[in-house]
């Protein structure tokens, strides 16, 4: 139900401002009306009254059953003034009621929605005092609408700076985040660059050390192929040497031929002049040719015993050589003896071992093992070798096993293990020297042993005689070449062999411990150097073995002043 009322007002009666009522709200508006009218009534008399045709409002605000309000509104605004004059009747009597004092101005027309031509009013007359209040709520609520408007307003401009405000953070925060991304990427690149850089920096330096690395191997391929050019020269001058040894011998041996011809032949042309001279002169001469017989006969006898003599040595000369295996040596007479006490002593003691193995069935090849382990685990650790040394010398004391069978398979043991390359000598020597400072026998059976694996230890060298030795690989296996499956090593396997055996032998002479006497220390060394380089040859086996000799001895063997050359 919709009521619109005209804007103006008529005799100090204002229209609803809000005209939009539902029934209940229109019943609880007219009880407070009739409360108001009733609390008034005693100072000023209403134009109101109250009549048996309109709503009987109660204190219970409910309305009567047997008079019900009946509102009427026109359908149609072309309808006559008569039908809009009709607004409320009361359904019971069927009687209208009209609003005859409802003030319309014809001039107003205009300013009025055809609408609200003709509107009952819902309320009667009233006084000023109800009039005033009315506009007085009227206003209070135009101005409690115009405050609600205004918060809405405020509201709503709150609103739309808060949308702005976070409108202008959101885009804020996008800025930020493209410039921080722009950053990062940035970064990145930066990151990226340098990594690169560092890849780069890392490839060249790699790079570089491959080159280096290359340039190395280059170097020393280079050194080998100019060594082995040097063992072949120095193979091929040796061997041209040799043959002009030879050469000149066979030279020597035509040319004494030839002198022995041209003297038989001048002995035979002057006795044959002789002879001449003696016949033609017949028998003035008898007496001065018996003369000449008689001292030619002296002359021939003393010939004869000086001959003799001399057969006699030369074959002495000859017999002694035979005995040295049929070889001939060049080395100090000294060593040839040390090294006959020596290798007589390693005689005596594997013979020694052989008649008790003959003779007992016992096994000792747990000894063998735990010796050869000892001596695998040899390194350059000074606690290292001593207790390596314990070990050994609590073996050869152990009563289970004879010293003398301890003592052959050490000494074997070591000199094989010293003709790796990779073994170490010092550590080697230092052991060898503290055993023999408990056992000091065992130093002269594994010198015999190392003058067996490589005589220039004794020092001594073989003499090639096409002679004595039927071919030259026969000469090799003399002087301690190998042969696996019918083949001799290569010279340049010999040689790095003999080096290594050199080396534990010059380490042995130059070790030194502190309150341990080395029997066969500096002094031994020293002497072994004068026979060396007075009796040996130039050739590149000695080279080698003096040169790995003077390795590992030279610093301490610098410290002592000369001594006699042997």
């Not at 800025?175 to 991304?181: L, N």
């Not at 890849?199 to 330096?205: C, F, G, Q, R, Y």
């Not at 790699?206 to 340039?215: I, K, N, P, T, Y």
């Not at 350059?380 to 398979?409: L, M, W, Y």
Request: glycine share 2%; proline share 2%.
């Amino acid at each position: 139900m919709n009521l619109r009322l005209a804007s103006q007002r008529l005799d100090d009666i204002a229209p609803d401002p809000e005209p939009d009522w539902s029934f209940d709200a229109l019943v609880s508006e007219l009880n407070a009306l009739e409360n108001k009218l009733d609390a008034t009534s005693s100072t000023q008399p209403l134009h109101i009254h109250k009549t048996t045709s309109r709503l009987n409002l109660s204190h219970g605000k409910e309305i009567e059953k047997s008079k019900r309000f009946v509102l009427r509104a026109p359908e149609y605004e072309t309808e006559s003034e008569d039908e809009d004059d009709k607004a409320l009747v009361v359904a019971s009597t069927g009687k209208h009621f009209t609003c005859d004092d409802l003030y319309l101005s014809d001039s107003d027309d205009s300013d009025v929605d055809p609408a609200f031509e003709v509107q009952p009013y819902l309320m009667n007359k009233v006084g000023e005092v109800e009039g005033a209040l009315i506009e007085l709520t009227h206003e209070h609520q135009l101005r409690v609408t115009d405050e609600v408007r205004n918060k809405i307003s405020a509201l709503e401009t709150a609103l739309l700076n808060e949308s702005q405000n976070s409108l202008s953070s959101l885009l804020r925060v996008e800025k930020y985040k493209e410039t921080r991304q722009e950053l990062d990427k940035k970064f990145d690149t930066q990151y990226q660059r340098q990594i690169a850089e560092a890849l780069d920096n890392h490839l060249t330096a790699v790079q570089r050390d491959r080159e280096l690395r290359s340039q190395i191997e280059e170097r020393k391929i280079r050194n080998d192929a100019a060594y082995e050019e040097a063992k072949r020269k120095v193979a091929l001058q040796e061997e041209k040497q040799q043959q002009e040894k030879a050469k000149a011998e066979a030279e020597a041996k035509h040319k004494a031929e030839e002198v022995k011809q041209a003297a038989l032949e001048a002995e035979r042309k002057a006795a044959t002049e002789a002879k001449t001279k003696a016949a033609m002169e017949a028998e003035k001469r008898t007496a001065a040719e018996a003369e000449r017989r008689a001292e030619k006969d002296l002359v021939e006898n003393s010939k004869m015993v000086t001959s003799g003599v001399t057969l006699n040595t030369t074959s002495s000369l000859l017999n002694t050589e035979a005995k040295e295996s049929g070889y001939v040596y060049r080395a100090a007479a000294s060593a040839l003896n040390i090294e006959h006490g020596r290798l007589q002593k390693l005689k005596e003691l594997c013979d020694r071992n052989q008649a008790v193995r003959s003779s007992s069935n016992q096994d000792y090849t747990r000894h063998e093992s735990h010796i050869s382990r000892n001596i695998r685990q040899i390194r350059g650790i000074r606690d290292n070798v001593r207790s390596k040394a314990s070990e050994i010398i609590k073996i050869f004391n152990d009563r289970q096993c004879p010293q003398t069978f301890s003592v052959e398979i050490f000494v074997k043991k070591v000199v094989s293990s010293c003709s790796s390359p990779a073994s170490a000598p010092f550590a080697i020597a230092y052991v060898i020297v503290l055993i023999t400072s408990q056992v000091p026998y065992v130093m002269d059976i594994f010198l015999a042993e190392l003058h067996k694996a490589c005589l220039y230890t004794v020092p001594k060298h073989m003499v090639y005689k096409k002679t004595i030795f039927q071919s030259q690989e026969a000469y090799f296996r003399s002087i301690g070449y190998r042969e696996e499956d019918e083949k001799l090593e290569s010279t340049e396997d010999y040689l790095k062999r003999l080096e290594s055996y050199m080396k534990v032998y010059g380490a042995l002479v130059q070790t030194e411990i502190p309150n341990i006497q080395n029997l066969h220390g500096l002094q031994e060394g020293w002497a072994w150097l004068a026979r060396f380089l007075n009796s040996l040859p130039a050739n590149q086996y000695t080279a080698v073995s003096l040169n790995a000799f003077l390795q590992v001895s030279d610093v301490n063997c610098s410290v002592f002043g000369s001594i006699d050359l042997l």
